[in-house]
């Protein structure tokens, strides 16, 4: 294993994470409210110890094999929510390191839960870093790197696979660096619009960067303790279920779009059932909440699309109290927070190219249990299936259930009740963010144990890295020559 390599690529993320410090620490200092010295020792910090590692790996371009890809993953993503943990830290705005990681951690993977009792009270700039973090993470903090520097060494193509989602990993160019270009190139324009529109609309500035970032990298951090409900405004809601719909699609099909083929969006078989999803379970939602909650067939609609959108894409963003609604609608919800959206989205979740993949499994054995004989390959569009592909996606749902339950067990074990430990484990495993009950989107997570937050941070960090990445760092055979 180079290890030249990993200390290389991780000092010049370090460098890239203390120069996307500077945007906060402007907003700091233009508003004037303490927490600018934070970000001045934060970038500080941050910059030497990036430095100090790139100077001291001694390693010239050299080869990014599997393990040196799974190791600067890991470790980037660690190392990452660690020193973006600093501002908070630092300011003071929160006293406890464990807090300010779990806070750091939730940021980066874009999961959006909190454990900020008064949202309101935090100095802009740490708000802005906060809602930041969620548009760094969600293309992927290394595949950020590789879009603003040179590549990091020949085979950087295994960085990108560790960190991408989705059971297949498709470049869109032949070099892996110019794809991460052309991901965020993509990615921007998106950003850009949906800032533009919702300043039209008549949302300050300042709420209109926090939100799209949010919504852009599907984390859902806000600058308001009642999320997007604080504005009461049907067009924000309306305008950010859209840019959330939108960012819960695969963002090559996108690419492809901007090259005008467009009919390969519309072709998708993933785009086609993550679209029958969600437009079935706002209706079955909204009747339900219409006839119980609202009375109105409009707002009924409005509050389920928004929530419905908001939970698949894994946004987190509230713009009602959804725990309070029926038991059947939020046991829609539970479920939409382990189908998540496609792959190669910013999203979290099981993504829904795995639930096809499962369906057309499952009709292919009922089919052979009529025609034992029957050769039937699996295919996805025109694209035909590997087996070994179909042996990792069932492999990584019983792995993501197993550790689902276990987590869920660890908490009751502490004594929370059976609706919160589950909804508070499938919010942070799967990048959600607010969960039910205890946990549920007018509450947060600071009612936990330090144990607990550092459980829930490393679910939250499995989610983001769809859990092998992080796995195979702990299997003995990895560190094996």
Not at 75 to 94: D, Q, R, T
Request: aromatic letters at 12%; glycine letters at 8%; hydrophobic letters at 50%.
């Amino acid at each position: 294993m180079d290890f030249g390599i990993i200390l290389k690529a991780l000092g010049l993320l370090l460098l890239v994470e203390s120069a996307s410090m500077l945007p906060s620490l402007g907003v700091a200092m233009y508003y004037r409210q303490g927490d600018a010295k934070a970000f001045m020792l934060s970038i500080i910090i941050t910059l030497t110890a990036g430095l100090i590692m790139t100077f001291a790996s001694r390693s010239k371009k050299g080869m990014v094999r599997y393990k040196e890809g799974f190791m600067i993953v890991g470790f980037g993503w660690v190392l990452a929510s660690a020193f973006g943990a600093l501002p908070f830290y630092l300011s003071g705005s929160i006293d406890r390191f464990v807090d300010a990681f779990f806070e750091s951690v939730s940021g980066f993977t874009t999961t959006g839960a909190s454990i900020l009792n008064d949202v309101e009270a935090m100095p802009e700039g740490l708000l802005f870093w906060r809602s930041f973090t969620h548009w760094l993470g969600g293309m992927g903090i290394l595949v950020f790197t590789m879009a603003l520097l040179p590549a990091i060494g020949a085979g950087s193509l295994q960085i990108f696979k560790a960190e991408t989602t989705g059971p297949t990993t498709d470049k869109l160019t032949p070099k892996i660096g110019q794809t991460a270009k052309m991901l965020y190139f993509v990615y921007l324009i998106i950003t850009v619009a949906q800032v533009i529109i919702l300043r039209i609309s008549g949302m300050p500035l300042f709420d209109s960067l926090i939100h799209t970032f949010g919504t852009v990298g599907t984390g859902g951090f806000s600058n308001y303790s009642a999320s997007i409900g604080h504005y009461r405004n049907p067009v924000f809601e309306w305008v950010i279920t859209i840019f959330m719909f939108i960012c819960g699609v695969n963002f090559s099909l996108y690419y492809d779009a901007l090259h005008g083929n467009f009919r390969t969006l519309l072709k998708d078989k993933e785009f086609q059932l993550y679209a029958i999803i969600v437009l079935s379970s706002i209706l079955l939602v909204a009747v339900n909440i219409n006839s119980a909650i609202y009375h109105n067939a409009g707002e009924s609609v409005r509050y389920a699309s928004f929530q419905v959108l908001s939970i698949i894409s894994t946004s987190g963003f509230a713009s009602t109290d959804f725990d309070l609604w029926p038991d059947f609608s939020r046991m829609i919800l539970l479920l939409l927070m382990f189908f998540g959206s496609c792959a190669g989205s910013t999203a979290g979740g099981m993504k829904i190219i795995r639930l096809l993949l499962v369906f057309k499994v499952i009709r292919r054995q009922l089919y052979r249990s009529i025609h034992p004989r029957a050769v039937i390959a699996i295919r996805v569009g025109s694209k035909t299936i590997s087996d070994e592909t179909l042996h990792n996606v069932f492999g990584f749902i019983m792995l993501h259930l197993l550790i689902f339950i276990v987590s869920t067990l660890v908490l009751l074990a502490q004594g929370w009740d059976i609706l919160s430990s589950v909804s508070a484990i499938a919010a942070t495993l799967n990048n959600v963010g607010p969960g039910l009950n205890l946990f549920g989107p007018s509450r947060n997570f600071s009612i936990l144990s330090d144990f607990s937050k550092i459980l829930l941070s490393a679910l939250m960090l499995l989610g983001r890295l769809e859990i092998n990445t992080l796995f195979i760092l702990l299997s003995p055979n990895f560190w094996k020559r």
